[in-house]
């Protein structure tokens, strides 16, 4: 169905057709030359339904230009539409259904559909196949006791070991298989888990060798959890208090004998990076969760972090949209970026992430938790080790990274997105993941000579993170993503994104094989870039009006380059002039005859 309308443009209205597919929101203008001199790209006004978060309406009968729909995309886009006065309505209830109308199935989103039409896609590339829990451990050097491994037929001792969930029944939006220390039974882990909250007990999440460390310390590791249940009289679980003391003192051969003396160790082997604010992981006990009480987690040191919960950065988030929604009225953009409060937690994100790598450096294990573990812990847990680890800067490694730390460990897109609930000022609605990939594009902005891909590789995740087109983030956690047979009836967005790869290379980027340390990104607010690619993409003219100038860091990250290069090319000269002279004063008889021994022919 389509209906023909006036678009506004600033003060400018513009006469053309909208309509509706099964997944997108498409306007076309009447006049095909207004792209051209307003310089309009074509998908600003294609917008996928599922990005659209709120609509509203006008009616007067009285002045013709108030009566309109709105429309406001997730992406910063804001679509104003003028109709006669008795069509209002019908378009408004039309479209709603379409958008932020009654929920949805998981089975009833495009992703479904777009599988018939392009299954091929899946089947060239396989971007199902991208992440492998076995094998990317094996990758980190870790050496994990299998699930069949029998203690009275074997000849070898292991540190980490699976623990079987394939039937969701430990936890069940962890995946099937979990890494936990070998020296904790299994029945010490499972009642672990019940201290903890929605029983996501600690798993491992990174394992990091060390060679010639200070500490003495072969090996360090990252885990993640959820809040324990200490609840407001402080109750303790012995068997969760083995656990954490396992966690930094993994070795097998050691002796696990927890005490109920009290005492902090000052050389403490675990440190607990709480991403909550002091005070609201305090109001937490009062619902019988909490923090763990380092009294009796003698091995442990806990920090917090003070970044907050999902409730303020949904409200952050949407004082960032409106410098898109309503340029007009924002005519100090810097005054109003920084009243939204999204660069501040950005701050704060990035600050526990550099704390965390200085953690690792120092061959401290870290265990890292919010409340249920899913959301600021996925952050976290995947920003430190994108600052750690090179192969997650290249494009097959991030792949990896997001498989891992949001997908397999239970970030919930369902709710988070809002695929299935579209009613804007639903609680759990939350642009976790979005700004987790505006993390990574501010380490990205200060260092980009160290990432394989490019800006528009984080944006193109972040779209298709909402669009629903591909089944990669339609659930909260691996059982749903079996429940909805999502391998089997969707595309991944890895295959997509495998399909457009030399568009997202990165032509700074110089790997350094030699690498030992991590990054390092500064979290100072005046250092943090507004994510244009995301945010102002479709408004080109928004950098005009608001003043924004091009990045300084990339001109004169642009120049250094350069001059590396003719560093490079300089050295190379001095070289060959250095084996042109060592040739002139070899005797001829000695080229000639080496000469001779590289023309013979080989044995084969």
């Not at 804001?78 to 006065?85: A, E, K, N, Q, T």
């Not at 969701?168 to 020296?183: A, E």
């Not at 949001?406 to 642009?431: M, S, W, Y």
Request: glycine letters at 4%; proline letters at 4%; hydrophobic letters at 35%.
């Amino acid at each position: 169905m389509k209906f023909e309308t006036r678009l506004c443009i600033r003060d400018q209205k513009f006469a053309g057709v909208i309509f509706a597919t099964y997944f997108r929101l498409v306007f076309q203008f009447d006049n095909e030359d207004i792209y051209k001199v307003y310089h309009i790209s074509k998908d600003t006004y294609d917008i996928p339904l599922a990005f659209i978060i709120k609509m509203e309406k006008s009616l007067d009968r009285k002045v013709p230009d108030n009566n309109f729909v709105d429309f406001y995309s997730q992406d910063g886009r804001w679509v104003r539409l003028l109709f006669p006065f008795d069509k209002v309505e019908q378009v408004y209830q039309f479209f709603f259904a379409f958008t932020v109308g009654p929920n949805v199935g998981i089975k009833d989103l495009y992703a479904f559909e777009y599988f018939k039409a392009d299954s091929l896609l899946e089947q060239r590339y396989n971007g199902w196949r991208v992440f492998d829990m076995e094998r990317e451990f094996r990758r980190q050097g870790c050496d994990i006791q299998p699930l069949d491994y029998r203690e009275e037929t074997a000849n070898r001792k292991y540190t980490f070991k699976y623990l079987d969930n394939s039937k969701f029944d430990i936890c069940s939006t962890y995946p099937r298989k979990l890494v936990v220390p070998t020296i904790v039974s299994d029945e010490v882990i499972k009642k672990c888990a019940k201290f903890r909250s929605r029983e996501r007990l600690p798993i491992l999440a990174y394992y990091h060798p060390l060679k010639n460390h200070r500490s003495g310390r072969p090996f360090v590791t990252i885990w993640r959890s959820s809040q324990c249940k200490s609840g407001i009289q402080d109750a303790r679980s012995i068997d969760d208090e083995t656990m954490l003391l396992a966690l930094g003192e993994p070795d097998p051969e050691s002796r696990i004998k927890p005490e109920r003396t009290s005492g902090f160790h000052a050389n403490y082997t675990l440190h607990i990076y709480d991403a909550r604010p002091y005070l609201n992981a305090m109001a937490n006990r009062v619902n019988g969760k909490g923090f763990e009480n380092t009294e009796n987690y003698r091995n442990a040191k806990i920090e917090f972090l003070d970044i907050e919960n999902i409730h303020h950065i949904r409200d952050a988030h949407a004082k960032l949209l409106t410098l898109s929604y309503n340029p007009d009225n924002n005519n100090n953009f810097y005054t109003q970026l920084d009243s939204s409060k999204w660069l501040q937690i950005m701050s704060l994100l990035l600050t526990g992430a550099n704390k965390i790598v200085r953690s690792v450096k120092e061959g401290i294990s870290v265990l890292i938790h919010c409340s249920d573990g899913w959301d600021r812990t996925s952050q976290l847990s995947a920003l430190a080790q994108l600052l750690i680890d090179p192969y997650y800067r290249t494009i097959e490694g991030f792949k990896v990274l997001v498989e891992k730390e949001f997908v397999a460990f239970g970030h919930q897109f369902t709710l988070r997105c809002a695929h299935i609930n579209k009613l804007l000022g639903d609680k759990e609605r939350a642009p976790i993941f979005l700004q987790f990939l505006d993390a990574v594009f501010q380490v990205y902005q200060q260092q980009p000579a160290e990432f394989e891909f490019n800006s528009e590789f984080l944006a193109a995740i972040a779209y298709h993170a909402y669009d629903c087109r591909f089944g990669t983030f339609l659930t909260n956690s691996e059982q749903d993503k079996l429940l909805f047979k999502l391998q089997e009836e969707t595309v991944s967005l890895w295959s997509f994104i495998e399909s457009k790869r030399e568009s997202y290379l990165n032509i700074f980027y110089t790997p350094d094989e030699n690498r030992k340390e991590a990054l390092y990104v500064s979290a100072q607010i005046r250092n943090l870039k507004l994510w244009e690619e995301w945010y102002l993409k479709h408004w080109p003219s928004l950098k005009r009006l608001w003043g924004i100038n091009e990045p300084e860091v990339n001109r004169n990250f642009t120049v250094k380059f350069i001059s590396m290069l003719k560093e490079e090319l300089l050295a190379k000269d001095e070289r060959i002039k250095e084996l042109e002279a060592l040739l002139n004063n070899t005797p001829k008889e000695i080229v000639e005859e080496e000469t001779k021994e590289q023309e013979l022919p080989s044995d084969s």
